[in-house]
Each structure stands twice: as C-alpha cells, then as structure tokens.
C-alpha cells in the first residue's frame, strides 16, 4: 500500500510540473535571471537578508532602521517589474500548492474539500479560499 502512495505522489508531482502554473514560474523565472539590474537587485537582498539573520543569531535585536532599509529594498525589487513578475507568479503557484495541501488535509480528515465559498474545490476552482 505505501508504494501506491509515493507512486500516487509522484505522479502529483509530475502533473504539477507539467502545469501552466509551475511552466510560467519557470518563464518568468529565467527572464528575471537574465536580467542584470534584477539580478543586481536580489543580490542585495540576500545580502541584507544574511546581514540581518547574522545579526539576530548574534542575539542582536533589529534596529528600525534595519527594517526600514530592508522595506526600502524590497519596494526596489517590486519596483522592478521582471522581479514582480515572477514573485506575483510564484504566489499563485504556492497558491495551488497549498489547495493540493489543504485537499489532502480534508480527504485525511474525512472532510469535504469545500472552500465555503460556494465553490467546489475538486472542479478546479482555485479560490484560493480553500
């Protein structure tokens, strides 16, 4: 029986590999890879985002300025519209990923996958209210 199971899960993982979601994450992906001024700017946010976790490992509590230039720096990325792009993209893909999650949640727990939204949730409905 478990091998049913992980069979059953890769084959999920195949068919969510081959969704128009997780394709266009990909794309959009690779455009803001290719671009030097996103690049440039996620650079700088793994930088600061190391400097910062650093900094709180070390025991430090965060200044407001701290967070105020790591707010700065993330409205630069949004700004950037390859970056906002792919990160828009990205969210509705880890929006189907949860629904996924949340409808296998349901079936263990014997509950109906019903967002309460009206909608049923084994049509594709996507709501994101599940």
Same mark, same amino acid.
């Given at each position: 029986?478990? #091998? %049913?199971?992980?069979? #059953?899960?890769?084959?999920?993982?195949?068919?969510?590999? @081959?969704?128009?979601?997780?394709? @266009?994450?990909?794309?959009?992906?690779?455009?803001?890879?290719?671009?030097? @001024?996103?690049?440039?700017?996620?650079?700088?946010?793994?930088?600061?985002?190391?400097?910062?976790? =650093?900094? $709180? =490992?070390?025991? #430090?509590?965060?200044? $407001?300025?701290? =967070? /105020?230039?790591?707010?700065?720096? @993330?409205?630069? =990325?949004? /700004?950037?519209?390859?970056?906002?792009?792919?990160? *828009?993209?990205? *969210?509705?893909?880890?929006?189907?990923? %949860?629904?996924?999650?949340?409808?296998? %949640? %349901?079936?263990?727990?014997?509950?109906? *996958?019903?967002?309460?939204?009206? +909608? *049923? +949730?084994?049509?594709?409905?996507?709501?994101?209210?599940?």
């Amino acid at each position: 029986m478990s #091998q %049913n199971i992980v069979e #059953q899960a890769t084959l999920l993982g195949n068919l969510l590999k @081959e969704s128009a979601e997780f394709k @266009e994450v990909r794309a959009k992906e690779a455009a803001m890879l290719q671009d030097a @001024e996103a690049q440039k700017l996620l650079n700088e946010q793994q930088q600061v985002q190391q400097s910062l976790q =650093m900094k $709180q =490992m070390q025991g #430090q509590q965060l200044t $407001q300025e701290d =967070m /105020a230039a790591y707010k700065e720096l @993330e409205s630069k =990325m949004l /700004a950037n519209p390859l970056v906002k792009d792919y990160f *828009d993209t990205r *969210d509705k893909f880890e929006n189907l990923l %949860n629904t996924v999650n949340q409808t296998i %949640n %349901n079936a263990l727990m014997g509950q109906q *996958d019903s967002c309460g939204s009206g +909608c *049923d +949730c084994n049509t594709g409905c996507h709501c994101g209210g599940c």
